[in-house]
């Protein structure tokens, strides 16, 4: 049992965070450029008002119960 372990010690290196940091800088990564990532937030952050906005007009406009002063009211409220 002793032999059989001694053997195996020789092919597998303790684990450390050194080794994994140093096996994980060798592999090739999957990674979205920064620019192109930073570009596509932009344009869902400027997007996101108007469409949030539109989905409350749509709503507010259907919506029989509320007066129109309450349907100012919301549309204030959710205005960017």
């Known amino acids: 049992k002793a032999a059989l372990k001694?053997?195996?010690s020789?092919?597998?290196e303790s684990y450390s965070k050194e080794t994994a940091q140093q096996q994980l800088?060798?592999?090739k990564?999957?990674?979205i450029e920064?620019?192109?990532l930073a570009k596509d937030l932009k344009t869902i952050n400027d997007k996101l008002p108007s469409q949030i906005?539109?989905?409350f007009d749509k709503m507010l406009a259907t919506d029989k119960k509320s007066s129109p002063?309450?349907?100012e009211e919301v549309r204030s409220y959710v205005d960017f």
């Open 29 to 31: 990564s999957n990674t």
């Open 10 to 12: 020789k092919h597998v």
């Open 69 to 71: 002063k309450s349907i």
């Open 6 to 8: 001694h053997s195996i």
């Open 34 to 36: 920064g620019a192109k």
């Open 53 to 55: 906005i539109g989905v």
């Open 25 to 27: 800088q060798g592999l």
